[in-house]
């Protein structure tokens, strides 16, 4: 299986730092968009929502607006209040996984879902419009690509102590404490090369972002264990699913955004 997912991996990944670095944002947005599109039919399962034309309904939705957020995209007051939202709904999560642990009704799943794919799009096409913004989110995809893979090997030498056992029992503290050494350590090197800009406050937005990234993956799997899921979908060989691949993502993306915009105004 590792195998497999390396190689998995070993084709995905060029294939998406060359889309953010040599793509222009219209094209890297339509690519995202439908990304998003195929996570939007893959949530219709994780919510348990079987009918073809309503999972294809919810998708339409999602297309709809998609398209209109692109026409708003450059209003900065959609931006922030987008990804404003987007942290809302990642830190109620993190109550919700840690302590409330009650399944949703199926409109509430389904907004669950907009909330989670709809404003990581909003903030990839912002950051990859914004100024450098190529190197700014292709700093973010190594970040959590970094820390997924530290909390992966950590838990796997080390992990001893389960981090959330009832949600997704092969994650440990262990992990979480070897992927926060990657962030301090991708972030370090964002400091001095990929945002210097940033300074030293840009270590403190790389981490909490990384630690929001996990409560996305928690997230998912929550919904994943409720639909009695083992992986979204099976669309990439040794990863599952569309959102078995962006659920880190999901999280990071809105708050890495918001979390530069606040960095901006603060200068």
Known sequence: ?????????????????????????????????????????????????????????FTLLLAVLLICFWVLRHNNWVLWITTGAALGWWLFAL???????????????????????????????????????RRKLLFLLVLIWAA???????GRAFGRRKLAPEVSPGKTWE????????????????????????????????VLTGWLSIVGDLSESMFKREAALKDSGRLFPGHG??????DSLTAAL???????AILERLK
């Open 175 to 206: 992990g979480v404490a070897g992927a926060t050494l990657a962030l301090l350590a991708v972030a370090c090197a964002g400091v001095f090369w990929a945002l210097p800009a940033g300074g030293y406050a840009l270590i403190l937005v790389c």
């Open 241 to 246: 699913g569309v959102l078995d691949r962006i």
């Open 1 to 57: 299986m590792l195998k497999l997912r390396i190689l998995t991996a070993a084709i995905l990944v060029p294939a998406v730092v060359a889309l953010v670095w040599f793509a222009p944002t219209w094209a890297l947005g339509l690519a995202a968009g439908v990304v998003a599109l195929a996570a939007a039919w893959e949530w219709t399962a994780l919510s348990r929502l079987r009918a073809p034309w309503l999972q294809a309904a």
């Open 148 to 154: 997924d893979i530290a909390a992966y090997f950590a």
């Open 95 to 133: 109550v919700w996984i840690a302590v409330w642990r009650r399944e949703f009704a199926l409109p509430v799943k389904l907004l669950c879902g907009l909330l989670t794919i709809l404003p990581a799009w909003v903030a990839t096409i912002a950051l990859h419009a914004s100024v450098d913004g």
């Open 254 to 260: 809105p708050a890495f955004w918001l979390g530069l």
